[in-house]
């Protein structure tokens, strides 16, 4: 029998261990998004890990068709771990016809991508995202409300503070579309300039103009196109009127160029009354979210403090995602948070205040009182709703007070058998070393409140 030596410990490069100190802020995050989706009315949802893997393919373009795992299960040919969320999504509704529309789900899973790892960036090969969408309506309220969901979250995190310079930037594919003709392309190269224009915050403007070169495109349309794209410079981003309205005169009379720019109009309208912050909106003529499947409107959301950052999320319509299941079009739009790269920020930022445990009071154990009669003052500070251990071995305070500081564990409970005799416990802050003694009824509200005080 072969013998072999020790298993080395090690993870794959691009996936990472969480300890307690990232997962405890993911999960106060995760609170806060959760709550925001369904003030709107988004209901969860999960899909498998794992999916065929011609279910995956031809949705996300060449690059990102590359990105995706396929699994050694019958020759790889077969099954995939998911590239993103919403394409499971399609899935499941061409699966379950009797879903009530329009169908507003969110969903909060790992996805995986064969991408080269980025960790001081939050770009991982393993990360989740935490998806909204909405399923069976062409009405644009419901675009204008993903970027008000993942405002609202934004700003909840502390990420919509002037000092962090969000930009949410939204485009819409039917512009872009309109660009590539009034450039005097043919609508085939529309796929090809998009594909070089997702590369422009990476490689910088002349770049991008050397690779349209490469793929044959002319000088003059290249200069029509930055013409058009400089526009936003000149007039201002955020300035969304005047910028629609030069737009439109160099769309001459393309109808459906038009007819582009006044779905951006309905959408700045729809934002606004939905409270999103105007100067925040910026249209962004180069953004074209670099997957195949989008139709319509697109954003994409990034913060200024951080240098080569990257996105913060983003998504847009996809109205003919459902057709390639032969149902027909099924009306359909979305957008991703990134919680890796959320949370990636916030800490680098410092706006998340570290904890290795979630416990907040120590009850240390000591020698002259039965471990029940201490479990039962551990069980009334839990059932008051204080997040509460006990140290299980008796010794020296020192030692035990040492558990609780290198825990960050704020408070210790001290109970001895002269205040089980009086029915009061000792409350120390082992922060600012101050003591009260308080009935042992009214203990877990004195915690909570100095908490509250705190906060």
Known sequence: MATHGPIQPRVFNGTRDLLPEEMIPRQ????????????????PVETPVMEFLDVLLGKYGEEGDKLIYPLAYKGGAVLGLRYDLTVPLSRLVAMRRDLPMPFKRYQIQPVYRADRPQPAQGRFREFYQCDVDSVGTDSLVADAENVAVCYEVYQKLGLAADDVGLIMRLNNRKVLRAM????????????VVCTALDKIDKIGGEKVEELLRQEGISDQAIRHLFETIQLGEKI?????????????ERFGDDEEGIAALEEMTTLFSHLDALGVPANLLHFDLVLTRGLDYYTGPIYEFRITKLENFGSLGGGGRYDDLMSIYGKGDVPATGVSIGLSRVLSALLKMDRLKAEKTPTKVLVLRMDDVTMNEQ??????????????EMHYSSGRFKKQIGH????AIPFVAIQ???????GVVQIKDIRSGEQAEVAVDKAAAFILEQLKTED
């Open 375 to 388: 479990i039962k003052l551990v069980k009334a500070l839990r059932d008051g709703g204080v997040p509460t």
């Open 236 to 248: 201002g981003a955020s300035n969304h009127a005047a910028l629609i309205e030069a737009v439109a």
């Open 416 to 422: 001895g058998s002269r205040e089980t005799a009086k």
């Open 180 to 191: 590539v003709s009034a450039a005097g392309l043919d609508a085939d190269q529309d796929k």
């Open 404 to 407: 609780a500081d290198k825990l």
């Open 28 to 43: 106060r995050m995760l609170r806060v998004m959760t709550k925001i989706f369904e003030k709107y009315g988004f209901a």
